[in-house]
């Protein structure tokens, strides 16, 4: 592994540790198919959802369903296509 890949790797890791420490939910969303291919583990426990159900297309609406939802749903909506990140 090359120092720069360590050091990359490192630091992914140390965000990782720092967002999940928090009380927020530290997510990645791919807007486009509606699934999160990253979710904290803040969300899994919050939400009482397994981590590989995040990460099935369409888990989106079954884990925030635009119904219930309208206001955070809309903030995604205005999202352009595409991974998002919070």
Avoid: H
């Avoid at 592994?1 to 530290?26: C, D, G, N, V, Y």
């Avoid at 979710?39 to 369409?58: C, L, S």
């Amino acid at each position: 592994m090359s120092e720069r890949t360590q050091a990359l790797e490192q630091s992914r890791e140390m965000f990782k540790l720092i967002a999940e420490s928090t009380k927020a939910i530290p997510f990645t969303l791919n807007v486009t198919r509606g699934f999160f291919p990253y979710i904290g583990a803040q969300g899994i426990v919050n939400f009482d959802v397994p981590q590989e159900q995040w990460r099935q297309p369409g888990a989106l609406e079954r884990v925030i369903p635009r119904d219930s939802n309208p206001e955070t749903r809309q903030r995604f909506d205005e999202c352009s296509a595409g991974p998002l990140n919070s």
